[in-house]
């Protein structure tokens, strides 16, 4: 295995609006479209908290095997995080046993039908195939939660809560991994990104264009957004200067970012031109309206 199963591409990204999961207002995971039977690993360590057999309670193949984890220390606060659309999980886990980061989870899955497979198996034998419409493809599953297993219990929401948001945590794993990003590359954002490389392109130096929204994301306030790894999903808005309260800002899908060097409305510690907003925060209606 020359690279790990993060370092492939995204399939589908996390939040509404991406055109996946209609019936769920939009993807509550991000999916990966690593090869089919491919080691899964753990991102982060901690103690596992539900292994499903993927069927729901009449018995019907759904979203393929699942795993939850309880963190040891919670990722942004988030307890919980799952991988699904597996072939099979690991048969040596089981609730209440720890994992440590890069122990074996299971294997990717995500197939409709054994073909999807190509002709691979994982050490089980076995293959899960789901039903068509709950899997586009072979691809493997992240999932932050607040219960201990997907799609169940509690902290389950209608439609994608922002904070539960995995990209950085994958962005975080490529990152640490040995040539994860190509030379010269830093710790922010790249164009060269899957996550950017679907919705941006580069039209300046410090300019992106959003192409799903029409929307560009420029200077301070690019720069901030990609140092948090784009965690605010896409531009809503262009950059926009509130004369009241004289701060520039820039309206996001999961959030507000703030241009406020003199830091007149807010100062949170660790960092310099800009903040980041959420959409539901006193400050941002105060802003937005």
Known sequence: MDKPWYMYDFTVQFGPGTGYDPGYGGAHDIDIGAPPNYPVTALLPGTISSVT???????????GRQVGVR???????????????????NPALSEGRHVSKGDLIGWVGGGNREEDYNHTHNPTGHNFTNTPGRSSRIQVGVALMRGPEYGHGAGWTEHPDPSLNPTQLILDARRDFPGGFPEGEDDMLQITDPFAAAY???IAEDRWHCVHTNKDAAYAILDFYRHIGGAPRLPLSGE???PVH????????????????????????????????????????????
Do not use: C, M
């Open 240 to 242: 926009q200067h509130d």
């Open 200 to 202: 941006f392109t580069q």
């Open 53 to 63: 057999n993927g069927t729901d309670e009449n018995g019907t193949a759904i979203w």
């Open 71 to 89: 963190l040891d220390h919670p990722y942004k606060g988030i307890p919980f995080i799952a991988y699904l659309h597996l072939s099979e999980a």
């Open 246 to 289: 004289d701060v520039t800002y820039q309206v996001f899908e999961a959030g507000v970012i703030v241009y406020d060097p003199g830091h007149k409305q807010d100062n949170p510690s660790g960092f310099a031109t800009s903040y980041l907003l959420k959409l539901d925060s006193e400050l941002a209606k105060k802003i937005l309206h």
